[in-house]
């Protein structure tokens, strides 16, 4: 299995970006995705995720309201559209399968990571 994220760049407060990540190397709608940021000297933290169908999504608490998850099954593809970034929102940003979960360890697979860096 293979993730591929992409979309990340360096953005001013307020402004938006989307990241998308490509799947390959199996059925990617039979598995859960899910959206993971780490900032520098933080830990891995939870951003958002999605169903295999795409019919449901939570969110940290943190993007509510700010972020959405989707996914396209046709092509093998899941988006986070992130609005009104804030400069915490820098972090290199990760996609993973194949869990409908929050924790890192439950994720099996993981992209090489996107950069996003919001100035203020």
């Known amino acids: 299995v293979q993730l591929q994220a992409s979309g990340g760049g360096l953005v001013q407060a307020g402004g938006s970006l989307r990241l998308s990540c490509a799947a390959s190397g199996r059925t990617f709608s039979s598995y859960a995705m899910g959206w993971f940021r780490q900032a520098p000297g933080k830990e891995r933290e939870f951003v958002a995720a999605?169903?295999?169908?795409?019919?449901?999504?939570y969110y940290a608490d943190s993007v509510k309201g700010r972020f959405t998850v989707s996914r396209d099954n046709a092509k093998n593809t899941v988006y986070l559209q992130m609005n009104s970034l804030k400069p915490e929102d820098t972090a290199v940003y990760y996609c993973?399968?194949?869990?409908?979960?929050?924790?890192?360890?439950?994720?099996?697979?993981w992209g090489q990571g996107t950069q996003v860096t919001v100035s203020s």
């Open positions: 993973a399968s194949d869990t409908f979960g929050s924790s890192w360890y439950e994720y099996d697979y």
């Open positions: 999605i169903n295999w169908s795409g019919g449901s999504t």
